[in-house]
């Protein structure tokens, strides 16, 4: 109780030390002079009275500094001390303290930024409840697309009834096209991007609509009311945030569709499922409609019961997977999942394959941090140089070693402090712009925030920092001969030899975390050049497309008997050829032509025709991506064509016709039945239907991903299959922008109902597919670019430090004879030596390390030779001209001006 009370009365006496004081000195001045008139009293002068009553008490500052100690928290007292000196002293020093928070700021704001990505999307769960029994459930990855990475209706029925380890099972229609959904409010229509999701979407992930209700099975069922869930962002920009916006109907695609609920800011399906796409609403899935038949289009997505483990959970599928079919009408279709159930935790689906990426990007900031705090240390060191005096003075008066670090410590973190503040206005700044990058294909990319393991991060870094540059520069102060240096009276001396070291040594450490860095960034963009120089197969350049809408959706069900269909198929070309006889008399237009998916977006495998006569393969790992195109695709595409491309007369009733690609041609050429080994008029072998003409072989088009290889591809006339969407591709003379216009206005002169769709150039969708990778890209270079200009600095504060200290030395050379050019060379000499050292251990580091960088490149070596030489070129270049200036300045160094000063 005791120690309570005297906690409790050193807190009081901390709170109100002002007025305590105020009595203290009262008190000791009325003991002073009560003393001083004693002693006055016995005889003594008054000014060896006075002595005699200070010796008495034992001084005034020594009793206040003991009444003090005793009464409150006297460590606290003195941080208040050393914080208060701090103060002054770096506002005497403005353009230090400036330079030192700059660095600490661009250094902390880059940390704290790139933390935050790692953050959300490695560390932090995915934004649903207990989202660690979350998985995403698909087979392995293999080369037929989309159609290889989803199941059927019938196995997701079947997957669902037999598994036990879920709660519910979950997914989406993953062949949604954007601007798929046209919103119609009276003027022209209004493009919107829309999802298809099951209806327990919602309920397996734990999102609750913010506004209204999200779907339940009878809005799934046959012949239901049309409903959509609105997102945030849609109901915001489309609805101006229409509070009653529930229960109101709007004509959606033709059909009256009712509002029945507004999703939370904190879900976005682009950023968790479709990174880089803009979705703004989602209808419910019908699995008993037409999607029934139409083959793998479904995701799954699992909810695990509580205490299932992943493992029991990846058991459990394989057991399924022989009982799933692909379509419960054809009993042979069962078992073709075997062993290609995989779950997986949801997480690591939506951004484990990038981890590798962000643990360079991570490893990037912070060697940026470290060459910082090699720069500050560098920079208090000759601060240290030029304060000598004072820390020894310091000494004198009784500062113990301990008390002169610890002041040199105070000042680190204060500005450490001030670096991580203005670093956190940078890094919210960088935060905030990545977010609004919808058009990066980079998972949860909008859900980047400051968070407060973000604050905590940065607490972390900069008492880190603080200590890292501020501990060198205190332990080698308060080593040396503080008395020596309060004798010593020349400037050139107050640093002894050790400091000169101990400052070479961080040169060559900062050059070293420099070359690393941009033996990094080099690999990375030359990676990045080769990605750009990939053969697409197509010419994106001066090509654009638009989503045209065709009065009719494909998918409604009419074509159910051959003789529908072909009629549905004739009054879509017969609409098409009109649309492109249209656009190809536009000024500009060189060509123009349809297709119903375009390269690098959606994609999906129909089933592998093999030349007529071949014996299927027992197993085949992979099909031709499928896309249905009309005549002039493939000119206004610009992909190669050998062979003929198709025609209008290649109607329904005609031969079927197809075009392959080389890699395809290549594959079926294989099996020996052709003898010339030339595709073009072969015929292939199409299941049950008829044989399927090869008219053309197309160059091979990239159509998953520029630097994946591009697989096999057939291509099906629009003449006679019908499509399931039509993206109009325009080839044009002039920039796509200025044709914009005109192809708009003709689309809707030929059908009022087309929407107000964008005419997005092809080049759009070859960004968007690096857009990944040139965002880590672009991080890295800029992170190196900002290592390589402090090092710069660092190894021109050193030089320059250096000159200043040997100015005398240099005075008596010249003074001897030695030239300016002489006094140059040397001094680069020795710039270029600690660059060389740097380079070396920086280069052997990278090598080391190379093994991380592996697999991020593309084409590229991680022990690419013209990158290693081109960095060290570059360093030792600007290494070169950082100490030029020195050397400059100190050949013209006045001999007698130097020896006159000293």
Not at 719 to 733: D, F, H, I, K, Y
């Amino acid at each position: 109780m005791s120690e309570l009370w005297r906690i409790l009365g050193r807190m009081w006496a901390f709170m109100f030390r002002r007025p305590l004081d105020a009595d203290l000195d009262a008190e000791l001045a009325a003991h002073l002079e009560m003393a001083i008139e004693d002693n006055m009293a016995r005889g003594l002068p008054p000014a060896e009275a006075r002595r005699l009553a200070l010796v008495k008490i034992g001084g005034v500052e020594q009793a206040r500094y003991l009444h003090r100690e005793a009464r409150g928290f006297m460590d606290i007292d003195i941080l208040s001390q050393d914080l208060r000196f701090t103060f002054r002293t770096l506002w005497r020093d403005p353009s230090f303290t400036a330079v030192a928070i700059l660095i600490l700021a661009l250094a902390i704001g880059a940390n704290i930024a790139v933390f935050s990505v790692v953050n959300t999307l490695l560390l932090r769960p995915l934004p649903f409840p207990s989202a660690q029994q979350l998985v995403w459930i698909a087979p392995p990855p293999t080369k037929c697309g989309l159609s290889c990475a989803t199941y059927s209706t019938d196995a997701y029925d079947q997957f669902r009834t037999m598994s036990s380890s879920y709660q519910d099972v979950t997914g989406y229609f993953a062949f949604s096209s954007a601007d798929n959904l046209s919103l119609n409010l009276g003027g022209a229509p209004i493009p919107a991007t829309s999802i298809d999701v099951i209806q327990n979407f919602f309920k397996v992930l734990g999102v609750q609509a913010q506004i209204g209700r999200t779907f339940t099975p009878e809005d799934a069922r046959n012949g239901a009311a049309p409903v959509v869930i609105l997102t945030n962002a849609w109901w915001k920009r489309q609805f101006n945030g229409d509070p009653n916006i529930v229960g109101k109907a709007f004509d959606m695609n033709g059909q009256q569709t009712t509002v029945i609920g507004v999703l939370p800011a904190s879900f976005d399906f682009g950023a968790v499922f479709a990174p880089g796409t803009k979705v703004d609403a989602l209808t419910p899935l019908n699995l008993y409609g037409p999607p029934r038949d139409w083959g793998n289009i479904i995701t799954f997505i699992g909810r695990m019961r509580p205490g299932v483990s992943l493992g029991q959970a990846r058991d459990e599928a394989a057991r399924i997977a022989p009982h799933m079919c692909w379509n419960n009408k054809h009993p042979e279709t069962c078992g073709d999942y075997k062993g290609a159930v995989v779950p997986v935790p949801l997480k690591d689906y939506i951004s484990g394959k990038l981890r590798r990426s962000l643990i360079v990007l991570w490893a990037a900031v912070g060697a940026i941090l470290l060459i910082a705090c090699v720069n500050l240390s560098n920079l208090l060191l000759a601060r240290a140089s030029a304060r000598s005096k004072e820390f020894a003075m310091r000494g004198a008066l009784g500062a113990s070693r301990a008390r002169i670090v610890r002041q040199l410590l105070t000042e680190s973190l204060v500005l450490a402090g001030f670096g991580a503040v203005f670093g956190l206005m940078l890094a919210w700044t960088l935060v905030s712009w990545f977010a609004h990058q919808g058009a990066i294909a980079l998972p949860l990319l909008s859900t980047l925030h400051i968070d407060s393991a973000a604050l905590g991060w940065t607490v972390l870094i900069a008492i880190f920092a603080a200590v890292v540059f501020g501990l060198v520069p205190g332990l080698r102060v308060s080593s040396g001969n503080l008395q020596e240096s309060l004798k010593d009276a020349g400037p050139g001396a107050s640093a002894s030899r050790k400091h000169e070291l101990v400052r070479s040594i961080l040169v060559v450490c900062e050059v070293a975390l420099a070359c690393m860095l941009l033996v990094g960034a080099g690999l990375l963009l030359r990676s990045f050049m080769r990605v750009l120089d990939v053969d697409l197969g197509f010419e994106p350049d001066r090509a654009a497309a638009i989503m045209v809408d065709y009065q009719g959706n494909p998918a409604d069900g009419n074509g159910s008997t051959p003789t529908s269909q072909n009629a549905i198929t004739n009054r879509r070309a017969v609409f098409q050829q009109q649309v492109l006889s249209r656009i190809e008399s536009l000024p500009g237009v060189e060509a123009a032509g349809f297709t119903d998916y375009l390269p690098l977006g959606q994609n999906r495998a129909w089933g592998t025709p093999l030349p007529k006569g071949a014996k299927r393969p027992d197993h085949l790992d992979t099909g031709p991506l499928v896309y249905v195109i009309s005549p002039g695709y493939m000119h206004a595409m610009g992909t190669r064509v050998r062979g003929r491309d198709f025609t209008w007369s290649d109607g329904p009733t005609g031969q079927q016709v197809v075009m392959i690609n080389e890699s395809y041609a290549r594959f079926l050429n294989s099996f020996g039945m052709w003898s010339d080994g030339n595709a073009i008029g072969k015929p292939l072998a199409n299941g049950g239907g008829s044989d399927l003409i090869v008219v053309g072989v197309v160059s091979d088009v990239h159509e998953e991903s520029v630097d994946g290889d591009a697989g096999w591809q057939i291509y099906y006339p629009n003449t006679q299959a019908g499509p399931n969407g039509l993206e109009l591709v325009v080839r044009s003379s002039i920039a796509p922008s200025n044709l914009a216009t005109s192809v708009l206005s003709t689309l809707r002169e030929i059908n009022p109902k087309q929407p107000m769709a964008e005419f997005k150039p092809i080049r759009l969708l070859v960004n968007h597919a690096v857009s990944g990778r040139q965002f880590f890209m672009l991080l890295v270079v800029s992170f190196a670019t900002l290592g390589l200009l402090l090092a710069a600095l660092g190894i021109y504060g050193v030089i320059s430090y250096s000159v200043t200290r040997q100015t005398q030395e240099i005075g008596i050379r010249m003074a001897l004879g030695a030239s300016a050019g002489i006094v140059q060379r040397q001094i680069l000499a020795g710039t270029l030596r600690l660059t060389i050292i740097g380079v070396v251990l920086g280069a052997a580091a990278s090598i080391l390390g190379s093994r991380l960088m592996a697999s991020l490149l593309f084409a590229t070596s991680p022990w690419d030779a013209v990158t290693y030489v081109s960095m060290a070129t570059a360093l030792l270049a600007i290494a070169a001209i950082s100490g030029y200036i020195p050397a400059f300045r100190a050949s013209r160094i006045n001999p007698i001006v130097a020896l006159r000063a000293n």
